[in-house]
Every structure is written in C-alpha cells, then in structure tokens.
Nanobody, 123 residues
Framework: EVQLVESGGGLVPVGGSLTLSCAAS????????IGWFRQAPGKEREGVAC????????YYADSVKGRFTISMNDAERTVSLQMNSLKPDDTAIYYC????????????????WGQGTQVTVSS
C-alpha cells in the first residue's frame, strides 16, 4: 500500500522560507514520479514540482521556478520541497503525490495522495 506522509508546513512571513518533506513507502522510486501539488482556497489543485525517481528529471510550475527546489533521497525514501521567497499566492494545502506516469499537471490522473500540509504566507 502506498503511503505518503507530509510534514513541515506552517506559517511564514512574505519572503520567508519553508521546507516540506514527504516520507514515502509502498512503492519503488525508480518507476514513479514523486512530487507536490497544492490547492489554494477556492482554486483547483495544481502541480507545483515533481521529480522522476528513475532519472531525477524535475518539473516546476512556472509560478515557482527559481524559488522552489525539489529533491529526493532514495535511501531514506523522502522527497523534499525547499520553498524560498514565499509569496501570499503560495498559501495553500500542499499534497505529496506519486504516480507511475510522468504527469505533474493533471491532478485527475494522479493515483496516490498524502493527507496534505497547510502552508500559510502572511502579508
């Protein structure tokens, strides 16, 4: 059974930094992508950043490029999202995801989701 457990959310001022972590189990990294989606109040879920477990290729949404960095530790089975220069628009529930398909855009086809962790950027 796939399990994804997020940690690291919280309240941070504009311009601040936060690191989210996802502890993964129940699947092999090598044939999955692992990453982060988010959902802000009143908005649809959107892909933020993903990494391919097999070759390390990364994907970032345009809105976070240059500010967020995704990384993985296969041995510890964790994926982290370093978020810098945070903006109020980054306020959302952040979900760790995994899927066999290289998809970091369409939430409808993502097969596994964590419970989510709240990130609030105060202005």
């Amino acid at each position: 059974e796939v399990q994804l457990v997020e940690s690291g959310g919280g309240l941070v001022p504009v311009g601040g930094s936060l690191t989210l972590s996802c502890a993964a189990s129940g699947f092999t990294f090598v044939d999955h992508i692992i990453g982060w989606f988010r959902q802000a109040p009143g908005k649809e879920r959107e892909g933020v950043a993903c990494i391919s477990g097999g070759d390390g290729v990364t994907y970032y949404a345009d809105s976070v490029k240059g500010r967020f960095t995704i990384s993985m530790n296969d041995a510890e089975r964790t994926v982290s999202l370093q978020m810098n220069s945070l903006k109020p628009d980054d306020t959302a529930i952040y979900y760790c995801i995994s899927d066999r398909e290289r998809n970091c855009r369409n939430p409808e086809t993502i097969t596994s989701w964590g419970q989510g962790t709240q990130v609030t950027v105060s202005s």
